[in-house]
């Protein structure tokens, strides 16, 4: 059984009986989990090992790198760029990125790219692994690529796209690169050790990621790969394949000081709540009330062209869907993002709630996690 540390209300006990069971009995590694209720925080847990190889403890600022949950942190700059009024949500991509009018682009608008249903999944045209770390390079192929559907008629998880394509619109519009911006006008203000793109000196807080063998996703999930086996040059394989990592690069300083806003970002459960606490209506000077309920404004739920189950999309976060591998909270307006392997974040502003957990031992899903559900369901239960 694997010491654990922290603190907690007591009224969130049943929150750290979960998180000792997902190690007593569900093959937790090492993980934390913080909450905020009102603007307290109520939970703030870790243990378990950072790496296994030298035995190395979780710490309270133990990094991970959360994977798809970085995807929320790219939108709320979008969000924040929204409440300056410097971005239209109805606007055409091209009026802030010229050359993305190629290849019939034009009429894509900025509320397409964060609803998932710019057409842009991925890219057709095999790039090296170092396109991945290139931001100029990726968008020149999106501007360059033809749209796989007629724009706005259904949607389909952008993978990786999606976060190339958020930072170059930040970019042409501040002149300032994603990573830069989330440090200088969201994490920074509100003191969240998150990071899209990993400063060296922090490598040695970074947990080392595992993926253990022979699991499945979970019920209702794409077998992820056994579709990039069998179909390699299929939408959906694309999407997370193209271009593609070299073999452990997630533990690499190339990977880290990158900033590959869909994937790679860097946080502590700490870091991670503190960023959903600053947008759940707890510190209102980051995003009005008005920008917070925008960000939950449903834009697509059903079949998902590339994940091929049902998912629902706010502008830029993922919505908890009624049931199954999508559901994080009961309340319709919860908006955050899980992240491949079990990491997620979320705030529910009708709950005064912000939520981080993240973990090294990554599981086979791409929607919520079994782990991190059954601390939600936990939380709930206490509220």
Known sequence: ????????DTRFEPVREAFAENFAQHGELGAAVVVHVGGRVVVDLWGGLASRSDNKAWQRDTLVNVYSTTKGWAALCVHHLLEAGRIDLEAPVAQYWPEFAAAGKGAITVRHVLGHRSALPALRQPLPHAALYDQATMARALAAETPFWEPGTQHGYHAQTFGFLLAELVLRITG??????????????????????????????????????????????LDLMSVFMNEPRSMTALAFINPLPSPGAVSTRQWREAEIPA??????????????????????????????????QE??????????????????FMLS???????????????GHPG????????????????????????????????????????????
């Open 340 to 383: 491949m392997g079990g990491s997620i974040g979320f705030a529910d502003p009708e709950a005064q709630l912000a939520f981080g957990y993240v973990m090294n031992r990554s599981g086979m899903n791409v929607l919520v996690g079994e782990r991190p559900r059954r601390l939600i369901e936990a939380l709930y239960a206490c509220l």
């Open 176 to 221: 300032r690169s994603i990573g830069r911006y989330f440090r200088e006008e969201i994490a920074g203000p509100l003191g969240a050790d998150a990071h899209i793109g990993l400063a060296a000196n922090e490598d040695v807080r970074v947990a080392k990621l595992t993926r253990p063998l022979g699991e499945t996703p979970p019920a209702g999930e």
């Open 263 to 296: 994937s790679n970002g860097h946080a502590s459960a700490a870091g991670l709540a503190a960023i959903y606490a600053g947008v759940a209506s707890l510190r209102p000077q980051l995003l009005s009330r008005e920008g917070v309920a925008r960000c939950a």
């Open 1 to 8: 059984m694997s010491e654990l540390h922290g603190q907690l």
């Open 299 to 316: 834009q697509s739920f059903g079949p998902d062209a590339v994940l091929r189950v049902t998912t629902r999309f706010g502008l830029g």
């Open 321 to 335: 869907q009624p049931s199954g591998g999508g559901w994080f909270s009961p309340n319709a307006g919860a908006f």
